[in-house]
């Protein structure tokens, strides 16, 4: 499992870097590049540009500015997560139960962006990316908690944070991986 997944993302660090040394890049053709490792290149590519400092960005500026936005939506999903916490007396306990342990685990996810924004200001892009994948796998742990309950207005309103937490997540993993080819 784990050396197969090593194999993988061998291939994808390879793939990665022929795409990037293929021809000489802006940092628009470097974005796109970069972008299409992603789950969702378009997501990535729209994500990146809606920065205006990401024009002359480097790599790895680019990458600090994605985890910027990680953790900025995971503290969101915090906030969020906590006035949900607050209705108490309008939800089932075991509902309550779960949102709770929602919260403990978007708790551990903002750590995690920040532990890989810490690992990123030492380039150690490999401990980035360890954080960000924990970071992912909170965000579904919370998920599959509230999907287990069976409350589908929550499951909708979790999911709209769920899937743009973790796809940022998913970014700042392809731009890190392409900062350390760069770098
Ligand atoms: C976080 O919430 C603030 C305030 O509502 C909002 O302005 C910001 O865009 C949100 N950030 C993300 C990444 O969703
Ligand atoms: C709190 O519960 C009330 C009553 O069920 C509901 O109308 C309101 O939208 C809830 N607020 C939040 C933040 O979920
Ligand atoms: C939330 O994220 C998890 C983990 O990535 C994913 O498996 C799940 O399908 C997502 N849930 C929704 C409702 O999008």
Redesign the pocket.
Known sequence: MKSSSARVSYVLFSLLLVLLLSAPSSSADLIEKACRLALDSDACVETIKSFPESASATVPELAIIVLQLASQKAVNVTTHINTLLRNASSLDPIVYQRIDECSVHFQDAVDMVDNSKAALSVQAYDDVTRFLTIA?GD??AC?DGIRSVGSQDL?SEL?TF??SF?RLCNIAIVITKAAKLVN
């Open positions: 992912e965000a579904a998920q499951v999911a769920n899937q973790k």
